[in-house]
């Protein structure tokens, strides 16, 4: 079963934030949060992970509690092409498997 | 670097073929995983492959198999095929088992009729 807890849809206007939340409330120490999306008929994309600090890349920043119960994928300023179903995922680098919860249907409007 | 890269890309089959569907990891990745994603069940766990060897096994049917080859290329292979296992089967590769970021393909559709 999937460790996360996210909302099913959101919507985001062009050239705004974007601020996806996930629950992880059962997270283990060990437990890596990542986040993927997946545009329409393609495979999952990676964007990016982290343990207990905050993280950046070229593509989205991720907020982690201080408590690591749950977590924010923000996208800076969304485009059209950011319409995606994102999935936030709890990883065990021990482990070799990732399991997909719902994910939540990300539309970015004109 | 080339993606990770899947063959056929669409696939259609009568019920009661058998299909096998290819996987070619990223240069230099020796972990490939395979997902299985319907509208009803989503992306869901099929098993992994290091070294050759299968290291986890999702829960599926004894038809559902797969193998690595010596280069890290996978096939899985789906025997008499069923109605429900018309789906998009996704490959991911990493380095090793447990890694950062999985690459995935952009897999295979497969449709039995």
């Known amino acids: 079963d999937a460790k996360t807890t996210q909302p099913p849809s959101m919507d985001c206007a062009e050239g705004r934030a974007a601020n996806l939340p996930c629950n992880h409330s059962?997270?283990?120490?060990?437990?890596?949060v990542y986040w993927y999306r997946q545009i329409h008929s393609q495979g999952p994309q990676y964007i990016i992970h982290?343990?207990?600090n905050n993280e950046t890349n070229e593509m989205a920043s991720l907020i982690i509690t201080e408590d690591r119960k749950s977590s924010t994928l923000i996208l800076p300023h969304a485009t059209l092409r950011d319409t995606a179903v994102y999935y936030c995922?709890?990883?065990?680098?021990?482990?070799?498997?990732?399991?997909f919860g719902g994910g939540t249907r990300l539309m970015v409007k004109p | 670097k080339a993606g990770v890269t899947q063959t056929p890309r669409y696939l259609i089959k009568t019920r009661g073929q058998q299909v096998t569907l290819s996987c070619s990891p990223i240069?230099?990745?020796?972990?490939v995983s395979w997902y299985q994603q319907t509208p009803g069940q989503g992306l869901q766990f099929l098993f992994e492959?290091?070294?050759?060897?299968?290291?986890n096994k999702g829960n599926f049917p004894g038809r559902f198999s797969g193998r690595q080859f010596s280069n890290s290329r996978s096939e899985m292979n789906v025997s008499t095929l069923e109605l429900g296992d018309s789906a998009l089967y996704l490959c991911?590769?990493?380095?090793?088992?447990?890694?950062?970021?999985?690459?995935f393909g952009s897999g295979t559709r497969l449709t039995v009729v």
């Open positions: 991911a590769s990493s380095l090793r088992p447990g890694t950062d970021g999985y690459t």
């Open positions: 240069s230099g990745h020796r972990s």
């Open positions: 059962t997270i283990s120490g060990n437990e890596y």
């Open positions: 492959y290091f070294s050759e060897t299968q290291r």
């Open positions: 995922i709890v990883f065990n680098n021990a482990g070799n498997m990732l399991t």
């Open positions: 982290g343990l207990k």
